[in-house]
Every structure is written in C-alpha cells, then in structure tokens.
C-alpha cells in the first residue's frame, strides 16, 4: 500500500510508466491455472485509488473485528504468546462513494495475494517518486520470527519447505532477509523427527516455515505441540480459520452468514439471487456457489448436494461487487470498476493490542459474468493490484 500527497489526475498519468506485463512473477505463481486457454500469459495489474478517510473508515471496523477474535479466542499478550496469530486476510467488498464496506470472509495464513500487492507497490512507488515504501512481507516475516522466538528463544536458521512447484517470490525474499541460514526443502522425505528438532543432512533445525506444503508430517506436529520446534503454516483448526465463524459475527460491516439448514429450503429457492452457497472449509472460492450466477436447475441441485453433508455448508448474504476508482497500469484501460478488497489484518509488532493493515485487490473486467471469484483462474479478466491512498477525497 502507497501513501502519496499526489492529485489524482498526477497519479493517472504517472501510473502510465508502470509496466509489470513481462513481470516473471505475473507469469508463474501469480499466473493462470495450467488447465486454462490462458497459462503462460501474464497477469494484468491496477491500482486502486482510496481516500486517507477511507482509509481511516477500514481500519476502524477492522479494529473492532480484530478485537473480537482476540476476545474469542481469549487472547492476552505474553512473553510466549505474543500475538493471537501472524495475520489474516479479510475478503471484502467497499463502496468508497457510499463508505460502506462488507466484508465476505476471514482466509488465515494460507492466504496469498501479499505477493502481488508487495510486487504492484514497487512499481508504483518508483513511478510515483515515493521512495518510503513499506513492505508487507517483511513485515508478516518479522511477525513470525517473533512468534518462533518467543517459543525457542533466538533463532537464526529455518527450514523453509514448500512444493517443487511453488516458485521463490518476494515472501521467501523477506525470509531469507530475517534469517542468517534459511534452507529450502521440496522434499519431506528427507526430513525425519528427532527428540530436539528436525533432522536434515545431520543438521537439527527448530525453526520451521511450511508455505503452501501441502501438509506436514504428523511426526513433526507433535515436535511442534512438545514445544521442541515452531511450525509456520496455515492451520484451520483454530476459531478464526474457520467460515462458520462468520456465523457468530453480527457486524453491520460483515455479511450475514448462517448454518445451511434444509427446513430452509423453500427460502433458499425464492431467494437464489440473493445469496451465496459455500462451503465452511476451503480456499480459492472452490465451493462458492453464487445464486445470481446460477440457473434455477443448477441452485436446486447444488443444494441437494449440500444437504448431504450440512456441517460442511454455510448459506450467506449476496453482496454485490463494489465499485473504486481504478486506475491501469501502463496502457492498460480497465472496462469497468467492480474491485474486491483483501484487507491483511496484522498485529502491531510493538502493541499487538492494536493492528495495521495492508490492502491487495482484484478486479473483474467486464467480460463475461460479473461475479469476481474464479477459482480455477480461468477467468482473463481478473486483475490484480494494490492500493494507493491520497489525501483529498476520491
């Protein structure tokens, strides 16, 4: 995210020396799906423009969501249990004319777009001749150090596993720039459980980062509850991982969300257009039913699918896109203005009574549906970009 004392009209102009489309980054993790007509093309990139008030409106109301997680999960700043978590992204729609935001649904660790936020702000800022440029994943970084430590005292090196597949980007950057030593592991098996820590070539490591491993052994997750080492991977076992949580929220700023129930049926058809069927575990939108973009036929069968396995659904209020002030980088003209907000929620490293926040975005280009989520990126028109906030009102 970028603060500039530049008018809008500067912004626009300068942000036409932006160029991110040979971008290696916007090619592969931040690419399209391998099974789409798409793969190997770059990713398209914008900026969103906010207002410092709208700025000030966001922040509040995630204060008080923030607040609320720390109650329910009873947390209390310690010397072993600085934070109640590294961060989160909140999924939300913001109407910057109408300031009226409503967030959709708190995604934990796993969440990814600080990448390209990070990525879309380094080449803003230097378009812009904004030099203090703050990154977001040093900061997330510094956050999880200090919870490692916090646990096994000073730590120096780390054991960073990741799939083959997953490229190095700018959260690995930020890691190895924390670390002395950071080993990069695609292979568990070579890996192994000892009673003071995990095992590599001989070598005894405490400090582990598993990004997007697609599990750990369970070896390892009772090293982890002993408090021998420290894990650093998304977990979903915790109140604030899970979609149903929404369930207990009755913000005005947060979508209604409520249990699926059968006895609801008869609602649940008349009112397909209103709302949004999803399922209480999982990530990317895959589960994401949304009425209005569902035939008549398709809403009932999806339904029946649910009622199946009730638990593993929620039912939730439709909120339509909102609309920003967008502005393209390079020649890039978007075809309209239907942006969706990922607010990263991340305690204070020095307070954790208190947050700051980071905000990535995307955008629906106008092609085809007008509903955002795209959970295979098969989708052309789904932007990505970053946040700038001026001081005068957008």
Known sequence: MIKTTLQLSQIKSKLQQVNTSKDVYLKTSAGFDQTSKFAGRYRKTFS????????????????????????DIDFSPSKSEPYPFDYVRVDAFYDSAEKNLKALEINVR????????????????????ENKLERLNDKIVSIQKNIQEAKLGPVNKLLYITQPNKPKWLYYDAV???????????????????????????????????????????????????????????????????KEYLNELSFDFIASSRPLDKLNHELYIKNRRELVLKKSKSSGAKGVIVGVDASKGNWKKELEKAYTEPKEWLMQEFIPPSS???????????????????????????????????????????LGSEIIFDPADIHEDIWFGNVIVINSAV
């Open 110 to 129: 796993g969440a990814g777009m600080h990448e390209i936020s990070e990525l879309c702000d380094y080449y803003c800022a230097e378009a812009l001749d």
């Open 48 to 71: 969103l423009i906010l207002s410092q008030d709208d700025m000030d409106l966001i922040t509040s109301q995630m204060e008080q969501l923030y607040n609320k997680v720390c109650k």
């Open 324 to 366: 920003g002030i967008v502005v393209g980088h390079g020649d890039l003209i978007p075809k309209n203005n239907k942006v969706l907000l990922g607010i990263f929620i991340l305690p204070d490293i020095s307070d954790p009574t208190t947050i700051t926040i980071d905000i990535s975005v995307k955008l629906y280009d106008g």
């Open 176 to 242: 190895k720039r924390a670390y002395n030593d950071v080993i990069y592991v695609t292979n568990l098996k070579v890996l192994t459980a000892g009673p003071d820590g995990v095992i590599l070539q001989d070598k005894t490591y405490t400090a582990i980062t598993a990004k997007a491993s697609g599990g750990l052994p369970e070896e390892l997750w009772k090293l982890d509850k002993a408090g021998v080492i420290s894990i650093i991977q998304p977990k979903i076992d915790r109140l604030i991982g899970m």
